[in-house]
């Protein structure tokens, strides 16, 4: 059974860090590529960052390409988005995904505010 679970979130302030890590179980996670989402309120979910299954590739969502980083350590089964000068409009519940299995985390909590 897929088990992926998301951690790291919290309140930071404008032009602030975090770093979100998802602990994945269940399947062979060195195999499969794997995405974080986010989802603010009274918007749809949109896909933020997606990695290689060995790290080789990623992609971003525009909006924020050159601040936030998706990287993986197969050896421990976890996926991480590093997220720098964080601005309020990032606030939102990240989720992390597994798209063939179409699986998600429980998502963690970001808001950024003065």
């Known amino acids: 059974q897929v088990q992926l679970v998301e951690s790291g979130g919290g309140l930071v302030h404008p032009g602030g860090s975090l770093l979100l890590s998802c602990s994945a179980s269940?399947?062979?996670?060195?195999?499969?590529?794997m995405s974080w989402y986010r989802q603010a309120p009274g918007k749809e979910r949109e896909q933020v960052a997606w990695?290689?299954?060995?790290?080789?590739?990623?992609t971003y969502a525009n909006s924020v390409k050159g601040r936030f980083t998706i990287t993986r350590d197969n050896d421990k089964n976890t996926v991480y988005l590093q997220m720098n000068n964080l601005k309020p409009e990032d606030t939102a519940v990240y989720y992390c995904?597994?798209?063939?299995?179409?699986?998600w985390g429980q998502g963690t909590q970001v808001t950024v505010s003065s």
């Open positions: 269940g399947f062979t996670f060195s195999g499969y590529a």
């Open positions: 990695i290689a299954p060995v790290g080789s590739s990623s």
């Open positions: 995904y597994l798209p063939t299995r179409r699986s």
